[in-house]
């Protein structure tokens, strides 16, 4: 857990210094999503994004860190397969 708020801190604070404020302990990227709630593929989140099962409102696109996918960190799906 210490490196996760490790990297929460780094990343807000750049994000901060480029004008841009996201509370990172609600918004994670694919992967962590995947882990936090044990989906073992992130085609499967990806998917969910671009079928809009993720509302489009709960994705952003962090453009200075490489374009990384972000989504709230929240339950989406009550019954999940998890091989997409």
């Not at 809009?52 to 200075?64: A, L, Q, R, S």
Request: proline fraction near 1%.
């Amino acid at each position: 857990m210490q490196r996760a708020d490790i990297a929460i801190k780094e990343t807000s604070e750049y994000l901060l210094q480029q004008g841009i404020t996201i509370d990172m302990t609600e918004w994670v990227t694919v992967n962590e999503y995947c882990r936090r709630f044990g989906i073992e593929n992130t085609e499967t989140v990806m998917q969910w994004i671009e079928q809009g099962i993720v509302p489009e409102e709960d994705t952003t696109v962090i453009k200075e860190y490489n374009h990384v996918q972000m989504l709230r960190a929240r339950l989406y799906l009550k019954s999940v397969t998890h091989d997409a």
